[in-house]
Nanobody, 114 residues
Framework: VQLVESGGGLVQPGGSLRLSCAASGFTFSRYTINWYRQAPGKERELVARMSTTDYTYYIESVKGRFTISRDNAKNTVFLQMNSLKTEDTAVYFC?????????WGQGTQVTVSS
């Protein structure tokens, strides 16, 4: 089982990034996919979720700016992040959650700075 995030980097405030999470080793379409983030000195927080029925959830601070999507045929989930703010700076983690299983990626750094 593997989740591999990519797409992080350094971007100026107001810019955009698209994170990807490629899954392997399990039946991706049967899992709820979450994006979490953890900023320095803070607890990890849920940012966005997409269920197996494509129900989506976002925390208030990213609504209207972030979009989660999934491509079950390619076993990949995306997080499109627009209008980035300095407070979005964090390590972003992909998580796949089943009834019992809970899989995590290694994280990708997103830094929003001028």
């Amino acid at each position: 089982v593997q989740l591999v995030e990519s797409g992080g980097g350094l971007v100026q405030p107001g810019g955009s990034l698209r994170l990807s999470c490629a899954a392997s080793g399990f039946t991706f379409s049967r899992y709820t996919i979450n994006w979490y983030r953890q900023a320095p000195g803070k607890e990890r927080e849920l940012v966005a979720r997409m269920s197996t029925t494509d129900y989506t959830y976002y925390i208030e601070s990213v609504k209207g700016r972030f979009t989660i999507s999934r491509d079950n045929a390619k076993n990949t989930v995306f997080l499109q992040m627009n209008s980035l703010k300095t407070e979005d700076t964090a390590v972003y983690f992909c998580n796949a959650r089943g009834r019992v299983e809970d899989y995590w990626g290694q994280g990708t750094q997103v830094t929003v700075s001028s």
